[in-house]
């Protein structure tokens, strides 16, 4: 299927499926808040539309959380001050991204108290402030959850938000809670298999919202992104696996339309890492066991995220078989040679030269001239193709540098 036929709206609820993978034994935040804040919209008589902007500001108000220990935080205090820098930072990724940029504003402000919001426009505001009150009723909601007293302790969730009314909340949104959370239905709702079905239910809607490439190429750079921010050591790391199988792409002479699906490949392929925990990301020594295998699990949840949009069929398996090697001793799938198409072994290729080319927590960054070293010894123990191995030599320092992170302005900003 041409990358032109994809619907844009399913490319954000799968992505947006990511970010809620942070909360990684809790996974189905921003769904619940983007469902909870619909249904308060529609209680409260807002237009279709605004019904529909609350539910995707929900859905992706915590685009700048990719840090599990910034998301602990982001839960263990029902009012952080610390709160303000991913709200920020999700505001500008967003506002980077012109077909959501309309919801930038909104997560700019979604954990700034009511009381403060008065320099504001009114529909801003009100818009923000309900993700504020129902990302803290989720925050509440969740942990009841974990303990199996949902309903039981729906009312002193009620009784929590209700008291913050005036300075935190705008009381007329917590008037919209109250009449809304006094259904059972209200809360049964946030259960993991409503939560499932009510995104069935979505994403079968119609409407489809067509992406033509230079779209899905924009999305998939903004989620690339959230998930190189997670720590700063994999600065660009996904945006440097784009460029080079790009690169390599063109060099084997693919056609436009393939390279094109490879770049977005090379932005998504570590969509994933986002349940590692940052402990694991950053550890300066060898890993366990048990770590390597909590490691190995980003290229399957890469998978499972790309895998339910429609007509990534071809994107979700190059980016999710980067770590599979053609002797089957890969992972997760533990694929043979003959299962690993080309366009696998070129991003494979380019997530190794890139991730040599940057610090890691346990190592330097290498030179070219060792990077080449490095490959050659895979080459000759057949687990890098000699074709691909050829094309790297011939462009050494032009891939090097392709390969290193541009320092670029939006560089500068970070999650926390
Ligand atoms: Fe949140
Ligand atoms: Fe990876
Ligand atoms: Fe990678």
Redesign the pocket.
């Known amino acids: 299927m041409s990358a032109r036929q994809v619907d844009l709206r399913r490319v954000v609820y799968a992505l947006s499926d990511a970010l809620d993978l942070v909360g990684i034994n809790d996974l189905h935040h921003g769904k619940r808040v983007g469902i909870m804040a619909a249904e308060i919209a529609q209680t409260l008589g807002w237009t279709k539309e605004r019904q529909a902007l609350a539910f995707d500001a929900g859905l992706l108000h915590d685009i700048g959380v990719s840090s599990t220990d910034l998301h602990r935080k982001l839960v263990e205090d029902f009012d952080w001050r610390g709160a303000i820098g991913h709200a920020e930072f999700g505001a500008h990724l967003l506002g980077g991204f012109a077909p959501l940029a309309y919801l930038a504003p909104v997560v700019h402000d979604h954990h700034t108290h009511w009381l403060e919001l008065k320099q504001v426009d009114g529909e801003v505001a009100n818009m923000a402030n309900l993700i504020f009150l129902t990302d803290r009723a989720d925050v509440l909601a969740a942990s009841a959850m974990a303990s199996d007293t949902l309903l039981a302790s729906a009312p002193k969730i009620r009784d929590k938000l209700c008291s913050c009314a005036g300075p935190l909340f705008n009381p007329e949104l917590v008037d919209g809670f109250l009449r809304a959370s006094r259904k059972e239905s209200f809360w049964l709702g946030l259960e993991p298999n409503a939560v499932r079905d009510y995104m069935v239910a979505k994403a079968g809607e119609p409407g489809l919202v067509s992406a033509d490439l230079t779209t899905l190429l924009g999305i998939a750079r903004l989620f690339s992104r959230v998930v190189d921010a997670k720590s700063h050591f994999t600065v660009e790391?996904?945006e440097g696996?784009a460029r080079l199988v790009r690169f390599l792409g063109e060099s084997f002479g693919l056609d436009a339309d393939t390279c094109g699906k490879l770049e977005v490949a090379g932005y998504l392929?570590?969509i994933g890492k986002l349940r590692i925990p940052d402990s694991l990301l950053e550890k300066p020594g060898p890993l366990s066991d048990d770590e390597r295998r909590l490691m190995a699990s980003h290229a399957y949840e890469t998978y499972r995220i790309l895998a339910q949009i429609p007509g990534f069929e071809d994107i979700s398996r190059w980016a999710a078989y980067?770590h599979e090697i053609p002797d089957g001793e890969g992972y997760p799938f533990h694929l043979e040679a003959a299962e690993l198409s080309q366009e696998c072994r070129l991003l494979r290729g380019a997530?190794i030269f890139q991730?040599l080319a940057q610090d890691r927590p346990y190592r330097a960054r290498l030179p070219a001239a060792a990077i080449l070293e490095h490959l050659r010894k895979l080459r000759d123990g057949g687990k890098l193709d000699r074709a691909i191995f050829a094309t790297f030599e011939a462009n050494l320092p032009y891939l090097y540098a392709l390969a290193q992170p541009s320092r670029g302005d939006d560089n500068g900003v970070t999650a926390t």
Do not use: R
């Open positions: 790391h996904s696996v392929h570590d980067h997530d991730a």
